[in-house]
């Protein structure tokens, strides 16, 4: 199917500012769906609130708009009570790790099968640039005028350490890559956390003086690199990208159903 | 031969029932007094192919019955008072969305955790104004085994009839009091389905678009229409909309489904109110202690009656006005600082007749507190 | 492997948010903003078919359509040149 079919182009062009890496986002996640060639009726996209929330509204597929932070645990409740579909869930940086970092890591821990993809801008873009749980220490924002003295997470550690089963990284410079580990993250069985960096030229990108979307798309080309490659040996600095965590332990889904098995021999 | 006699806690009782409506999912968190009904979905749900999930916290419940409603399932969610709390922010995207749902409180003496393993009704308000922004709500309530299970399936009827979540408020006392209970046969009780659109593929489905009787007929997440469902103000396919006119006709739409069908929503019983010179109006635990007055006082020959609310939530003022129309004495039994009593003030002709009794102190009210209060007002001295 | 040749690169300008991402982004800087800020093919002779401009637009603004004897892949793999 052309891109054109999986989208609600009605409401084309979407709100999100000029440059703005969600687009792309929602462009790998698109090629990634079409590649895989699923049914639209089949899958459920979850959105909390914020900038990101607005890519499930833009999604010809089962859209679920919530509320802030809490998109995990209203797609726990679809994945469970129905496990056939396809479940994914856009958050905000935000979004997903400061009033849904409880959320978080439950899901990762309880390993059921969804798919959350961290849109990793390092700001409140929506409420206007105020710093994020991602933005980082010494970053500017609006709510730190004279400076950042909040540390950041890291994604990928916290979603390691939190137990889930898949656990990628990678930029929206990085397009080919965004497709394949989206289509990776869907296809994997059990809890599946990508992070991608993506520019906020409006608010992250100017008040920190990195240049327009290009520009930001340029550091992430220059300051990440695969994982294992040498640059990191000689540069501690630079940023991995790739599959950090890719393995099988029993999916929530699957092991409820042995539930209802073992209450039914009772 | 249907072994349906049970000898169980009240909070048991609310399990039975809700497997009794079809429930199929439940979400929840440990919280006393509440606890045992998430124990037992844990063991029974499963047995009948539902599914059963302990949760991170009250707000996530919440959340999940939500979206396991709308993938088709009828859903629950148990708590206390400290949990209800956060529940709030979840119940009014439940209202926004139109997501049918059961939210049971099994109340505690409040605010903040309060008294954890004692009795109290303060959360009455809570239950009516506890989430942000207009909005109307159905809270239905029970004294008995009989009635948790009754009112309990009201609770999932009313919420597939009307979109819409329904509290349930039980109390420690009712929650935990044991007696017995006769389940009835499968059939007995009429259930209602959830209503499902008859549109077809490829044909325009209008999620938000009231039918003319007032009831919006969904499509299961899976099934055939792709919706959007958000908390935003939203047209009638479910996106996100601020037009003045659209807001308008929600917001009004969200309110009288519930405030214009108050009658059909309302339940009561009344006990001795034909010839009542003396009015009790009460519910939950406090209703047992003043059944149990009020008896006692018809047996020496005093003209009291008792009108025993089991729907607090439309307040059913017109039921409250006509009872209470030529008694000259009303006296509301609750166990909070007079929640009830203040709607039922709003609804008399007459609010200086209507009287509070009361306990707030973690302790079931009774029968004697009622009857020292009864003679306090009519000045004869406890 | 066949080249694939440039069928058709459509742009919808209404998408079109202006951001100059397919332009920097470009190998063959075959993309230009033009005097509305939109994104248009100035040297279309020059696409190699990469797709990037595409792959990256934040708008969902972009198509190319390219012809491929005897075979649909994409040809890049490497990020349009430059993948760390």
């Known amino acids: 199917m052309a891109l054109k079919d999986y989208i609600r182009q009605r409401f084309f062009p979407h709100i999100w500012c000029p440059g703005c890496g969600h687009g792309i986002i929602l462009n790998g996640l698109l090629r990634a769906v079409d590649t895989m060639g699923l049914d639209k009726k089949n899958i459920v996209m979850v959105s909390g609130i914020g900038c990101s929330a607005r890519i499930s509204g833009y999604v010809d597929f089962h859209s679920l708009h919530t509320l802030h932070g809490r998109a995990l645990a209203f797609a726990t409740g679809v994945k469970l009570s129905k496990p056939e579909l396809n479940v994914i869930v856009p958050m905000g940086d935000g979004d997903a790790l400061a009033i849904g970092g409880n959320h978080f890591i439950h899901a990762a821990r309880r390993n059921i099968e969804m798919t959350a993809i961290v849109m990793n801008n390092r700001v409140y873009g929506m409420t206007g640039g105020q710093f994020s749980p991602l933005s980082g220490y010494g970053t500017m924002a609006t709510t730190v005028p004279y400076g ?46 990508l992070e991608v960096l993506t520019q906020c030229p409006t608010y992250f990108g100017r008040r920190n003086r990195i240049g327009d979307a290009s520009e930001m798309m340029e550091v992430y080309k220059k300051n990440t690199v695969r994982i294992g490659s040498k640059k990191k040996q000689e540069n501690p600095d630079l940023l991995e990208r790739g599959i950090f965590v890719q393995k099988e332990l029993p999916e929530y889904c699957r092991e409820y159903d042995n539930i209802i098995s073992k209450a039914r021999q009772k | 031969m249907h072994d349906a006699i049970k000898f169980i806690q009240g909070n048991e009782v ?64 148990a708590t206390s008072g400290p949990g209800f709390s956060l529940m709030q922010e979840a119940l009014g995207y439940a209202i926004m969305a139109e997501i049918p749902c059961v939210i049971v409180n099994v109340m505690r003496g409040g605010p903040s955790t309060g008294l954890p393993t004692h009795v109290g009704q303060g959360d009455v308000c ?153 009015l009790f109006i009460s519910y939950g635990a406090s209703a047992r202690s003043t059944l149990h007055l009020v008896e006692n006082r018809r047996r020496r020959g005093e ?48 609010p200086k007749k209507v009287f509070l009794a009361n306990r707030i102190d973690g302790v079931l009210i009774t029968p004697t507190d009622i009857r020292n209060t009864l003679r306090v007002i009519q000045g004869k001295g406890v | 492997m066949a080249k694939p040749a440039l069928k058709e690169h459509r742009i919808e300008r209404q998408w079109c948010k202006g951001c100059g991402i397919c332009v920097h ?27 990037m401009c595409e792959l990256r637009c934040p708008d969902l603004a972009v198509e190319v359509i390219c012809e491929t004897s005897g075979n649909n892949e994409t040809p890049d793999k490497d990020q349009g040149g430059g993948n760390a």
Request: aromatic share 8%; net charge negative.
């Open chain 1, 148 to 193: 950042n003295i909040d540390h950041d997470f890291d994604v990928v550690d916290l979603a390691t350490s939190a137990g889930a089963t898949f656990v990628a990284r990678t930029s929206t410079y990085h397009v080919h890559e965004l497709a394949e580990l989206i289509t990776k993250a869907i296809n994997h069985k059990g809890f599946s956390v």
């Open chain 2, 14 to 77: 609310c399990v039975e029932a809700a497997l009794y409506a079809g429930i199929n999912f439940f979400a929840g968190y440990p919280i006393t007094p509440s606890t045992e009904i998430a124990e037992q979905m844990a063991v029974r749900l499963p047995e009948t192919g539902g599914k059963f999930i302990q949760m991170e916290d009250e707000i996530s419940s919440m959340c999940a019955i939500i979206g396991a409603s709308l993938t088709g399932h009828k859903t629950m969610t």
């Open chain 2, 126 to 278: 809570q239950a009516r104004y506890g989430t942000h922004g207009d909005h109307a709500i159905v809270t239905l309530t029970a004294s008995n085994h009989h009635d948790i299970f009754r009112m309990t399936i009201e609770a999932f009827n009313i919420a597939e009839t009307y979109r819409t979540p329904v509290i349930l408020l039980l109390d420690e006392v009712t929650g935990h009091l044991r007696e017995k209970i006769e389940i009835p046969e499968p059939g007995k009780i009429p259930l209602t389905k959830r209503l499902r659109t008859a549109v077809k593929s490829g044909v325009d489905y209008h999620p938000y678009l009231p039918r003319e009787d007032g009831r919006l007929p969904m499509s299961d997440f899976g099934d055939i229409h792709r919706y959007n469902v958000t908390g935003l103000y939203h047209d009638m396919w479910g996106f996100p909309t601020d037009k003045p006119q659209i807001v308008y006709g929600l917001i009004r739409h969200l309110v009288d489904k519930i405030e214009n069908n108050t009658p059909k929503i309302t339940r009561f019983r009344k006990y001795y109110t034909k010839d009542a010179e003396t």
């Open chain 2, 303 to 350: 003209n009291v009656g008792l009108l025993e609310l089991q729907s607090l939530w439309p307040f059913p003022a017109d039921i409250v006005r006509e009872a209470c129309q030529h008694v000259p004495l009303v006296i509301v039994v609750e166990m909070n600082m007079g929640q009830i009593t203040k709607e039922v003030k709003l609804a008399v002709d007459d």
């Open chain 3, 25 to 51: 982004f470009c190998p063959k800087k075959v993309l230009e903003m033009d005097e509305e800020d939109k994104a248009f093919a100035a040297r279309l002779e020059d696409c190699i078919c990469c797709r």
